[in-house]
């Protein structure tokens, strides 16, 4: 079986993009209406390695493993000193002889990219500073479970350009999402990549806004996270003050369409980047999208590791 990575959706062709979806579609609804999945992955490991901690995407990858029949294995920080203790490349190898694929959550995104050109299994890219792909797809897969077909649906994304937002703004681009941003001057995403973007995607329709108001306006879903990522805490007071209109909250939703779901990819600091009334409101789909974590997750899986 050949070797695939998933480090960077930019990187995937959108036919395997649709294909992870559709076979983690299949595997939830298997799992839903039987209770168990076939044990597609009998015998294999998943290394999870953990720079960062992690409930969803831990729990996701071990129970999508332990799903499909098989094992995920967690690696704490002091057990591999990724990059320090040693060397990314050598532990490339040496896990690449003992385990059927890695998983990594990291800080920077260099190593991700440096684990998939040493190792020999398949790595994927479990969250970095620069990119959060799996949670991209999860989403998508929550997307496509509430409205069908997405081309020409639009997604507002309020807040931070950080890396969920880097990720989901290229699965738009995938998708045949209209991708709209609202973010406070300095915190914008880099026009590098939106050139990149464009260029590898000419027909993305694409626009950022200052007001929260303007990107909401036509919008299908509404999108935030934290404004405050793991690493950032010495900027927690001046976010707090710079984000504070970019809250989502009932005032915000009244100026979008009143079929528009809100989405966060979870964990939430509630009354700060969302409300109470709007995570738990009629209009969110915030657990739906923690849940569906497992689901991709199962789906990529299978692909990647069990040749699906």
């Known amino acids: 079986m050949a070797k695939f990575d998933f480090v960077s959706i930019a990187d995937t062709p959108q036919e395997r993009l649709q294909h992870y979806v559709d076979v983690a579609k299949r595997l939830k609804k298997q799992h839903k209406e039987t209770g168990r999945n076939d044990p597609l992955a009998a015998g294999k490991v998943l290394a999870c390695i953990f720079e960062k901690p992690s409930l969803r995407t831990r729990v996701s990858f071990e129970v999508a493993m332990d799903h499909l ?105 995938r998708f045949g999402l209209k991708f709209r941003i609202a973010t406070p001057p300095g915190y914008e995403l880099e026009p590098s990549l939106l050139s990149r973007l464009m260029g590898q995607c000419p027909g993305l329709d694409f626009a950022t806004a200052r007001d929260p108001r303007d990107a909401v306006r036509d919008a299908d879903a509404i999108y935030t996270d934290t404004w405050v990522s793991m690493g950032q805490e010495a900027e927690k007071s001046k976010r707090l003050t710079v984000f ?27 009354g700060v980047e969302i409300t109470d009334e709007v995570i738990d409101g009629p209009q969110s789909v915030v657990f739906q999208q923690a849940e569906n974590r497992l689901h991709f997750q199962k789906g990529l899986l299978a692909v990647l590791m069990c040749g699906q």
């Open 69 to 173: 029949g098989g094992c995920g294995m967690y690696i704490s920080p002091a057990e591999v000193g990724l990059g320090t203790r040693e060397s990314v490349p050598d532990v490339a190898r040496v896990l690449s002889g003992m385990v059927d694929g890695i998983m990594a959550r990291v800080f920077e995104h260099t190593k991700l990219t440096a684990l998939a050109k040493h190792a020999s299994v398949p790595v994927i890219n479990g969250l970095s500073d620069y990119s959060h792909p799996c949670q991209a797809m999860g989403d998508m897969l929550t997307l496509e479970e509430h409205f069908g077909k997405l081309a020409g649906r639009t997604l507002a994304y309020i807040g931070d350009g950080n890396n969920v937002a880097r990720s989901l703004m290229v699965a738009a681009a």
């Open 244 to 270: 504070q209109p970019y809250q989502i909250n009932a005032d915000l939703l009244k100026a979008a369409p009143s079929q528009c779901v809100v989405m966060h990819c979870l964990p939430a600091n509630r």
